[in-house]
């Protein structure tokens, strides 16, 4: 089993408890914004085993359907979780909504958020774990299920922070008109989750830094060659995919050709780990005189 595919376990068992804790902190209360809270972790439950059927899709190898491989599996997974994140949101106003109009007393305010504090503080230390591991792992679904946690987490403080205000003034509208401030925070984090999985599965370059480690892997080992252009890139998944066109001069035998090309590409999967480098190489009367300088 891969550390990817556990961690998307250790999701599933972890959202197991949080969703328990939080549901018996709004039957301790009755609290409106306790029960969004608990509702926005069975989110949690749906996206957390998405994550993991996608994880053992995109971790199959190529095969004569899919030549590129499956990596972009984890990107529909990282949409679907930014969708479910909204459709939460959406059901927590509605039920906020109805707090407003009917808002009642709380039972056992304080117990309610101790309990609903433990499930807060495993989710906290949960999502860090989710977060740091799946950007070294290169795993957007186990970063987008941990950003997710991380709303939760939000969802959780001002949860807590509308039910302590309305115990503490005796005002229980605070309760109702917290859930609604959450859960518009909430629409915020599941759109920005739903925008930059569509970025991966629109082919969108490489961030500008490891564009720049590119450029220069290319620019310090091509010498022989002539020029470097129509360089083009994007990531699916945890792989780096990388083109261009390589200009070489018009005599040189094709295994010379060939070498510089392996260093080439050695160069680029140092720099980029797990890159996948296609090369079209060119003879000299094809060169644009513009793209990556080549180091002598």
């Known amino acids: 089993m ?9 999701s599933l068992l972890v959202g197991v408890v949080v969703l328990g804790l939080k549901a018996i902190a709004w039957w301790i209360t009755g609290s409106v914004a306790l029960l969004s809270d608990a509702l926005e972790s069975t989110v949690n439950l749906t996206t957390a085993f998405a994550a993991l059927i996608a994880i053992k899709v995109a ?13 972009k599996a984890e990107f529909f ?13 959406l059901f927590i106003l509605r039920e906020a909504y109805d707090g407003l109009m009917s808002p009642r007393a709380l039972d056992a305010p304080i117990e309610g958020l101790l309990v609903n504090g433990v499930a807060t503080a495993l ?3 949960w999502a860090m774990v989710l977060v740091r591991q799946g950007r070294r792992l290169k795993s957007p679904a186990l970063v987008a299920d941990g950003k997710h946690l991380w709303t939760d987490v939000l969802t959780s403080c001002g949860v807590a922070i509308g039910v302590l205000a309305a115990f ?17 925070n909430i629409l915020w984090s599941g759109s920005r989750v739903v925008k930059e999985s569509l970025s991966g599965l629109m082919d969108e370059a490489v961030p500008e830094t490891t564009l720049l480690q590119i450029r220069k892997a290319i620019s310090a080992k091509a010498h022989g060659a002539v020029e470097a252009h129509d360089l083009r890139t994007r990531h ?3 792989v780096t995919f990388v ?9 040189m035998t094709v295994f010379d050709a060939h070498e510089i090309c392996d260093r080439i590409e050695a160069a680029i999967g140092k720099a980029v780990p797990d890159s996948r480098v296609t090369i079209h190489v060119e003879p000299e009367h094809k060169q644009k ?4 300088v080549i180091l002598d």
């Open 2 to 10: 891969s550390a990817a595919i556990k961690l998307a376990v250790g």
């Open 59 to 71: 971790q199959r190898p190529a095969d004569a359907n899919h030549p590129f491989g499956h990596h």
């Open 77 to 89: 997974s990282a949409v679907l979780e930014g969708v479910m994140i909204i459709i939460a949101a």
């Open 123 to 125: 989710n906290a230390a």
């Open 168 to 184: 503490v003034t005796g005002w229980w509208v605070f309760d109702p008109i917290m859930a609604a401030l959450v859960a518009v």
């Open 236 to 238: 699916a998944g945890k």
């Open 243 to 251: 083109e261009f066109h390589l200009v070489v001069p018009g005599d």
């Open 289 to 292: 005189h513009t793209g990556i």
